[in-house]
């Protein structure tokens, strides 16, 4: 069953260290399978707080988000992520 990672955005606290962790975590991704299917596109808040940007990605199985969420490559790149901004992350299963 297909599973999702959303990534919410709340607040950019250092713009030039988010980019970094683009740099280290972009290849994170190869070799796992990966669907992007929104990335800090326009976006509405039609309820609940605001955010600055969100991102979701697909995943064949939550087995295969956690491989790529969990991997030593990601791990990585992370800690750059959660000094240069505040998200929220969650993983679901699809219907």
């Known amino acids: 069953m297909a599973a999702y990672v959303v990534f919410i955005l709340d607040k950019m606290k250092d713009r030039e260290l988010f980019d970094e962790y683009h740099r280290v975590g972009r290849p994170a991704s190869a070799g ?32 295969a988000a956690h491989a790529w969420y969990d991997s ?16 929220r992350v969650l993983l679901f299963e699809g219907v």
Do not use: N
């Open 72 to 87: 030593p490559a990601y791990q990585a790149a992370l800690p750059l992520r959660r000094k240069a901004s505040d998200f």
């Open 32 to 63: 796992h399978p990966i669907e992007r299917l929104a990335y800090y596109g326009k976006h509405e808040t039609l309820e609940g707080l605001p955010s600055e940007g969100v991102v979701l990605f697909r995943f064949p199985s939550m087995e």
